[in-house]
């Protein structure tokens, strides 16, 4: 094998080798757009609502305002993210040591 078909890892000619890419910033910006959403969304259901308070899982109490909603679910949805994003992280170590 040649050096240039060595140091050509995209397997067409004519094309440099291929460049690897950080997926992060494109699932940081995501992970915001969710939680943005998921705050709008706590809003315009709560502003919509008539409700006092809001008893989630029966284990706490919550203000059934707006900007409570907002925060609600704003947190959850980040809660939720940062779980998944830590389970992908920590599961990509093990493939990545099997390699």
Same mark, same amino acid.
């Given at each position: 094998m040649s050096d240039d078909a060595a140091d050509d890892r995209s397997g067409m000619e004519g094309e440099g080798p291929a +460049?690897? +890419? #950080? #997926?992060?910033?494109?699932?940081i910006g995501t992970a915001a757009a969710v939680t943005v959403f998921a705050a709008a969304a706590g809003y315009v259901v709560a502003a919509n609502n008539a409700v006092g308070a809001v008893t989630v899982f029966g284990l706490v109490t919550l203000p059934g305002s707006p900007a409570a909603m907002a925060l609600y679910g704003a947190a959850l949805a980040t809660l939720v993210l940062v779980t998944l994003f830590g389970l992908v992280s920590v599961a990509s170590r093990y493939d990545d040591a099997a390699a």
């Open positions: +460049v690897e +890419v #950080s #997926s992060r910033p494109y699932l």
